[in-house]
């Protein structure tokens, strides 16, 4: 007898999506806006990876003589040393900002990832399973929304030390049930389809069935919603970064660096503006993004349908 090949015939789903998502992604990059947005990350990315280790300053570095420079064309400060000033200990500005974007950048995709896993594992479960797995599974996620996020953070990360592997994973841990919803929509639908029990008769395990037929399909909607998502981590991020409850100085990040500058707001309010600018460019690149690609999706969706 000749083996039958399980991940062959039922695969035309997955390759239809797959076509969907290439036209997606054209056609978002056809926007100005996304290609704007795309244009803005890309510039902060790469100054972020590289001008901290080319311009050799250490961002925690204190030089007195130097503190509460203005930035260029600001004041008297017309040197290139500190394009965009000094604090009031004398470490660069530029220089923080952009390691401050590392780590606000790092934990956001981090705790996105985190969001991911846990979401998707749950969500998948509960959506092919149903029943008693699923009555479980979504009262779980019923309980986890009722806790407001940044409650949760600021409950564990006050009786523990907020470092970034803490943040990551309370951050993470207490935003799954969106994703875990999403996958379960898609699943419960998916399920019932030909190509699904023409799997099961052909001797395919459910574990296989899940990660090679019904996981890709669950990826062009997910993958819209992370990419929002990072940047609404990146928020949080800064908000326990502002508080206390985030990355420890001397380390830099956008919230502990606000945080200091807040006192100088009337003769050095550079200090905290600067990190906000960055922040904020950041945040409406990735928001760019995530509008026009969702907005793509809706266009190659309801044209298809």
Known sequence: MTSIDTTLA???PALRTASLSRRIWKQAFASFEFRLGLGVFLVLALAAAFYPEISGIDPTKMVVRDRLLPPMFFGDNWTIAHPLGTDQIGRDMLVRSLVGLRYSFLIGVSTVAVMLVIGCALGMLAGYYGGKVDAVIMRLTDAQ?????IILAISVLGVSRPTIPAI???LGLSS????ARVTRSVVMTERKREYVRAAQVMGA???RIMLRLLAPLILPPIIFVSVLDVARMMIFESILGFIGLGVQPPTPTFGNIIAD??????????????PGVFLGLTLTSINLMGATLERARNR???GVS
């Open 261 to 274: 500058g807040r006192k100088y707001l009337l003769n050095a309010w550079w200090i905290a503006t600067l």
């Open 176 to 179: 799954w049930p969106t994703y």
């Open 145 to 149: 929304l009722s806790i407001p996020m």
């Open 168 to 170: 990551i994973l309370v």
């Open 10 to 12: 039922p695969a035309a």
């Open 300 to 302: 190659v969706y309801g």
């Open 205 to 207: 395990s459910n574990l």
